[in-house]
């Protein structure tokens, strides 16, 4: 199996230095070969990057950091009861300070500016 590896080498040399031509049959073989040794190198780089990518991401946090977890958590368990102005300047609520703070967790109230005030 080395040898052959090695023969086709020593092929695919020559076929690079006459400009990515062959001359023959062993030529070609020995050209579609590398190229499907390409071919699959590239797959598999993309698939590395892909799962790297991937990796990436799951580390990512998708809602507020944790510092603002905890003071979200302190903040929404304060009060009995929650009330927020929504975007259309209505008045929603009671809601709960454990159910505030869960939706703040869950990415809901995160970057949003709305009105709350707490309640006894």
């Known amino acids: 199996a080395d040898a ?6 020593a092929l695919w040399h020559k076929v690079q230095q006459r400009g ?12 579609q070969r590398y190229l499907a040794a390409e071919q699959r190198a590239e797959a598999t780089r993309r698939r590395k990057r892909a799962e790297e ?12 950091a944790d510092a603002e977890v905890k003071a979200a958590d302190r903040l929404f368990h304060g009060h009995a009861v929650w009330f927020y102005i929504d975007p259309t300047q209505t008045v929603q609520g009671p809601f ?13 109230l995160h970057d ?3 009105p709350l005030w707490g309640g006894a």
């Open 96 to 108: 709960p300070g454990t159910d505030m703070a869960d939706w703040f967790k869950g990415g809901f």
């Open 4 to 9: 052959a590896a090695a023969a086709e080498a």
């Open 20 to 31: 990515f031509a062959p001359s023959n049959q062993e030529e070609k073989v020995a050209y």
């Open 112 to 114: 949003q500016e709305l």
């Open 53 to 64: 990518l991937a990796a990436a991401d799951a580390t990512k946090p998708s809602g507020p």
